[in-house]
């Protein structure tokens, strides 16, 4: 356990629907984020949060939405998501956005297929 | 466009000798090193970070950095079968906060 947890672990969803992933941390750390990793690519950063501001969107698509709404607790929307949109969602976070504090460490992950 | 390189593997070794996972970064500038383990269906794991050139223990892991060369590796040394997973390395690139990922390594120990 890294004190990342993520819920759900797993997801189906199909085109039309609306879901959201949470993610939440009991470190006391004040950055988070989102990656995707899909097989046999290098984790894809999507977005950072810094004490609850956004401060990074690797030019995610829009049908992904963010939310911070503490420093604790980190959403990812989802709506009209495509095929390949299917993935590990994984959340992270890290103490600070510079210096020693940037080590992160990850939730488990959610493995979502669209359908 | 700032990259990480890893060799996909797989890398194969006996089970108690030294497993030697490599690493090269593009950005000359990069300040901060990680590897992580990755166990196939879950989340990286950290093992190791390293901001100083040379050498960095704990336990069986050894960091090694070389910013001159530009490249970063792991050993392993008395390597398990548990050891057996995708190793991950990530740096920093210089005036950025957010780590670039390699693709990772995968590395099998067989008894």
């Known amino acids: 356990e890294t004190g990342v947890t993520q819920t759900p672990r797993h997801l189906v969803m199909g085109m039309t629907n609306k879901k959201s992933l949470k993610c939440e941390q009991h470190?006391?750390?004040?950055?988070m984020y989102w990656y995707k990793q899909s097989a046999k690519k290098p984790l894809e950063l999507m977005f950072v949060y810094n004490f609850k501001e956004q401060t990074e969107n690797n030019s995610v698509p829009s049908r992904f939405s963010p939310e911070c709404p503490n420093s604790s607790h980190l959403f990812l929307h989802l709506h009209t998501l495509q095929p390949e949109d299917s993935a590990l969602y994984l959340c992270?976070?890290?103490?600070?956005?510079?210096?020693?504090?940037?080590?992160?460490?990850f939730g488990p992950g959610t493995r979502l297929l669209v359908l | 466009q700032k990259e990480v390189e890893q060799n996909s593997g797989p890398l194969s070794v006996p089970e108690g000798a030294i497993a030697s996972l490599n690493c090269t970064y593009s950005d000359r500038g990069s300040q901060s090193f990680f590897w992580y383990r990755q166990y196939s269906g879950k989340s990286p794991e950290l093992i190791m970070f390293i901001y100083s050139n040379g050498d960095k223990e704990d336990g069986r892991f050894t960091a090694q950095l070389n910013k001159a060369s530009q490249y970063v590796s792991l050993l392993i040394r008395d390597s398990q079968p548990s050891d057996s997973a995708t190793y991950l390395c990530?740096?920093?690139?210089?005036?950025?906060?957010?780590?670039?990922f390699g693709r990772g390594t995968s590395l099998i120990v067989h008894p």
């Open positions: 992270a976070s890290s103490p600070a956005l510079a210096g020693e504090g940037k080590t992160q460490y």
């Open positions: 990530a740096a920093t690139p210089g005036g950025s906060y957010i780590p670039t």
């Open positions: 470190l006391g750390h004040n950055a």
